[in-house]
T-cell receptor, first 111, second 115 residues
Framework: SQQGEEDPQALSIQEGENATMNCSYK?????LQWYRQNSGRGLVHLIL?????REKHSGRLRVTLDTSKKSSSLLITASRAADTASYFC???????????FGKGTRLSVIA | DVKVTQSSRYLVKRTGEKVFLECVQD?????MFWYRQDPGLGLRLIYF???????EKGDIPEGYSVSREKKERFSLILESASTNQTSMYLC??????????????FGPGTRLLVL
């Protein structure tokens, strides 16, 4: 069952611009995570935000979580060509259960 | 660093063949997962395991089975491969409940083509 739904499906921006991706989910969660996947590769964990947190930062990444709207956003500031990848949100619905992934946003950063 | 390895990056098999996809992790994680990834469908969970000899069905277990005889190894088996099982297969692992660590670590993926 697909829990997260990313929006937009694809995003193309110029290097130096900010990129914002959104994720909506359906049920209550323990935490929400964002992963990155370079073409043809496995996923790499970027950042985790717990259900009692509203915002989190890690380097050029900023994640927000609004549990009342069941939504999250990932902001990448000052994007670089190397940020070109697919980005997935994943939710953990309760303790030690498998993550449920969305379909992803494909980000292209043009130099 | 956690390392999750998968036995093959690319695999070509014929319809009806039995296919084994192997996954090994080196961090003593209790939990291991198999996903398949298809364009437009994202990642879908096939099977997962909380410990040795334990297995749980995910969202799309039909046509697959798994084996977890050792903690570090989780195998995905396609009993009789079909063309609709052509996909990217991703293995992941994660520590168990005793450790507060919810992130999953992924292998590089196996791209399987069934002819």
């Amino acid at each position: 069952s697909q829990q997260g739904e990313e929006d937009p499906q694809a995003l193309s921006i110029q290097e130096g611009e900010n990129a914002t991706m959104n994720c909506s989910y359906k049920t209550s969660i323990n935490n929400l995570q964002w992963y990155r996947q370079n073409s043809g590769r496995g996923l790499v964990h970027l950042i985790l935000i717990r259900s009692n947190e509203r915002e989190k930062h890690s380097g050029r990444l900023r994640v927000t979580l609004d549990t009342s709207k069941k939504s999250s956003s990932l902001l990448i500031t000052a994007s670089r060509a190397a940020d070109t990848a697919s980005y997935f949100c994943a939710t953990e619905n309760s303790g030690n259960t498998p993550l449920v992934f969305g379909k992803g946003t494909r980000l292209s950063v043009i130099a | 660093d956690v390392k999750v390895t998968q036995s093959s990056r690319y695999l070509v098999k014929r319809t009806g063949e039995k296919v084994f996809l192997e996954c090994v992790q080196d961090m003593d994680h209790e939990n291991m997962f198999w996903y398949r990834q298809d364009p437009g469908l994202g990642l879908r969970l096939i099977y997962f395991s909380y410990d040795v000899k334990m297995k749980e069905k995910g969202d799309i277990p039909e046509g697959y089975s798994v084996s977890r005889e050792k903690k570090e190894r989780f195998s995905l088996i396609l009993e009789s491969a079909s063309t609709n099982q052509t996909s990217m297969y991703l293995c992941a692992s994660r520590p168990g409940l005793a450790v507060t660590q919810e992130t999953q670590y992924f292998g590089p993926g196996t791209r399987l083509l069934v002819l």
